[in-house]
């Protein structure tokens, strides 16, 4: 089954729907930049160039800008890097970009020819040739393939990077799109195959059907050469859902069974799930925080992120169990669901996919990765573990559902990412490609620790360091967390931190803070809505923690993260301005009270509350929204406060409005807005390769020098 529609970008290294933008604003003495949410009027788009001119010229001048992002480039365009896998119709396809191919395209070789050092790819899709031909700057957004045959897909391309995708039908046997296929215009869809003719799609059919989140909330059956007119209604929400949108799903197994699903999210975390049976659509009967994840052997799996009792057995939040088929098609308003595994004291799941006929999960424990194979045996389930390494990030790369084989990427922070091709049947594992290093990692050392927070509660942190750093302070350290929407951080290698920051002396420290899932559904529940304030609360002991090891010194130490990440590092940035010497905020959320009105934020309300229907909620983020909480006579650090233009998800006006709100205080910040990129770094490599080269510049100017 495909990932559902991620909520925030969890991390940097660093439809027809409407923009990110709002309606005019009528000026508000109470907020004097809310001129800047439109976001692409003339007099807003000035205020952004002028601002991106003085950064570039400060930070371009430094003698080590062009290293940086020469050394960001070629890492993230090195053609020796591992190409990510997918399996589809026996082959193995890949998306590419290198410095020669900036939007990348799509190709296929063989499996045995993958295994090769050099493999022999034919080209499915170009995406710059086909920019060439349609004048367009398309960013390639993936493929919805059509189960069990996969002679099609619904290609789905972004204009400049951001959520809304058009899409466009695509013939996998030709490799050429399909004329008089199947098309849908710019719009935040949801999209499932039915069968090779029908196509189920949430989307905006009249002007207005659209949630106050902006997202579909109408699901229509659309057969093969109807308009989009002559599409017959399946179900429909309301336009106060909230999350992503009324989402439709046609999940399969191995054999051809498949189950055909429709969630309705209620709000960020909870949603209603209906399956769509002869009888109609029938709700199903789980909690409102768990999900259908995949389907085994006639097997429907179900992720729990809150307990389940249903025919006499409770089961924990965090768990993985199961109900048959033919029961989830008959009766779905009375299970019996039966366990798969339970989390212990200091688990949590990672991750689930299938095989053929294989469940393959894969655990965090204390935040180190393992990974464990299921096999359907008579009413329960068989396991074995995966033989791993230790101390490393576990993922599924990609798992093929006509044989027992899956790829699986292992990496660490000073490991780098090596894919192994696993036999699921007999659990061996053979290295396929490793990743060249792209650091010298000779000289440092990974530890994890742990720092008591505000509550008493440990909170694990790793450090990667130099093993002969001297413990007096002096240390520049980079850190950084996520803190939000159940999203683990995991140990990971990565060429461009450990080249342009850990080779050149830098420290890096990664905090595992609640509000992610490191420990499960209970460690990111700690830090919903009002309760959020201990979240930033873990952070601030990492950081103290430190101090009182001697890693580092507030002179020393900057910080950085983007989207809730961006909300983390300004909360830090507002609330403890003397604990750090850098703070680079990313495509972050910044205005908590104006959130609701900005690009997707009323989407979130699950995550940090609503502000307009509960007075707690307004109170608690008046005093916490970095928007809000900016003060004269304070002395901040020099912050890199960075997003993009076309970033539909969370929207460039926060970052906007916050740098406004300094400018006006005569306090010193840099601010630079990338004019595509949708919620990332940049919508190309060097669109990317640039913001890696300005945030690490001004990262040595405050840190080392």
Same mark, same amino acid.
């Given at each position: ?300 799996? $179900? ?204 420290? $890096? ?197």
């Amino acid at each position: 089954m495909r990932l559902r529609f991620l909520p925030l970008l969890a991390a940097i290294a660093l439809p027809a729907i409407a923009p990110a933008q709002t309606a005019p604003q009528t000026p508000d003495p109470a907020d004097p930049y809310i001129w800047l949410e439109e976001f692409r009027s003339p007099k807003a788009m000035e205020w952004v160039e002028r601002h991106n001119q003085v950064t570039t010229n400060r930070l371009q001048a430094d003698s080590r800008y062009a290293r940086n992002y020469s050394e960001a480039l070629e890492i993230a365009g090195a053609k020796d890097r591992i190409p990510e896998p997918e399996f589809i119709r026996g082959e193995i396809y890949n998306f590419w970009q290198d410095p020669e191919h900036l939007r990348g395209f799509w190709r296929k070789t063989t499996l045995t020819d993958y295994a090769c050092s050099e493999p022999h790819w034919k080209t499915v899709l170009d995406i710059d040739g086909l920019n060439k031909a349609e004048h367009k700057s398309w960013v390639f957004k993936g493929a919805h393939l059509l189960k069990p045959d996969e002679t099609r897909c619904l290609i789905m391309l972004s204009d400049g990077g951001e959520d809304a995708i058009i899409a466009r039908e695509f013939d996998l046997e030709k490799d050429k799109f399909i004329d008089g296929g199947f098309t849908l215009p710019r719009g935040k869809h949801r999209i499932a195959w039915e069968d090779k003719n029908t196509l189920l799609i949430a989307t905006e059919w009249a002007p207005g059907d659209l949630t106050t989140s902006g997202y579909p909330f109408i699901v229509k059956r659309l057969k093969r050469g109807q308009p989009l007119s002559a599409a017959i209604e399946v179900f429909r929400g309301t336009k106060d859902d909230g999350g992503y949108g009324v989402d439709p799903a046609v999940i399969h197994d191995g054999q051809g069974r498949s189950l055909a699903l429709i969630e309705r999210p209620l709000d960020t975390f909870r949603s209603e799930h209906y399956v769509l049976t002869k009888r109609g659509t029938e709700r199903l009967a789980i909690p409102a925080k768990a999900r259908v994840v995949d389907l085994v052997n006639a097997r429907v799996i $179900f992720r729990l992120d809150e307990p389940w009792t249903a025919a006499g057995k409770t089961f924990e939040g965090g768990s993985v169990v199961w109900t048959a088929l033919a029961d989830t098609k008959s009766t779905p308003g009375a299970l019996k669901p039966t366990l798969i595994w339970a989390p212990g004291p200091r688990e949590a799941l990672n991750g689930v996919t299938s095989t053929r006929d294989k469940l393959l999960i894969s655990v965090l424990d204390n935040v180190q990765g393992k990974a464990f194979v299921y096999t359907p045996s008579g009413h329960g389930w068989k396991h074995e573990p995966l033989q791993l390494p230790g101390n490393i990030s576990v993922g599924f790369a990609a798992t093929d559902d006509k044989s027992n084989r899956a790829f699986i990427n292992v990496s660490g922070f000073l490991t780098p990412t090596a894919l192994s091709l696993a036999d699921a049947d007999t659990g061996a594992l053979h290295t396929v490609k490793t990743l060249p290093p792209k650091f010298d990692a000779s000289r440092d050392v990974v530890e994890q620790f742990e720092a008591a927070s505000s509550d008493g509660t440990k909170i694990p942190y790793f450090v990667v360091h130099r093993k002969d750093d001297p413990l007096d302070g002096s240390t520049p350290t980079l850190m950084t967390a996520y803190g939000g929407f159940q999203i683990p951080r995991t140990p990971r290698y990565s060429g461009e931190t450990g080249k342009l920051w850990l080779e050149r002396g830098g420290t $890096f420290v990664l905090a595992n803070i609640r509000g992610g899932g490191e420990f499960g559904p209970s460690w990111h529940e700690a830090g919903l809505g009002v309760k959020r304030q201990i979240i930033y609360n873990d952070f601030v002991a990492v950081a103290k923690d430190l101090f009182a090891r001697k890693i580092t010194s507030p002179r020393r130490l900057g910080i950085q993260g983007g989207s809730n990440g961006g909300l983390l590092m300004g909360v830090q940035f507002t609330q403890h301005p003397e604990l750090w010497n850098a703070v680079i905020i990313s495509v972050p959320l910044l205005d908590m009270i104006r959130i609701s009105k900005i690009a997707a934020g009323a989407s979130w309300q699950g995550e940090y509350g609503d502000v307009n229907a509960d007075p707690a909620v307004k109170a608690f983020w008046l005093k916490t929204s970095p928007y809000h909480n900016l003060r004269l006579g304070t002395t901040y650090p020099e912050p890199f406060i960075f997003t993009t233009t076309k970033d539909d998800r969370v929207g460039p006006q926060h970052a906007r409005k916050f740098a406004a709100r300094m400018e006006e205080m005569g306090l010193p910040f840099l601010y630079y807005e990338n004019t595509e990129g949708g919620h990332g770094a940049g919508a190309d490599l060097k669109q990317a390769a640039r913001t890696t080269a300005l945030t690490t510049t001004y990262l040595q100017e405050k840190l080392m020098d």
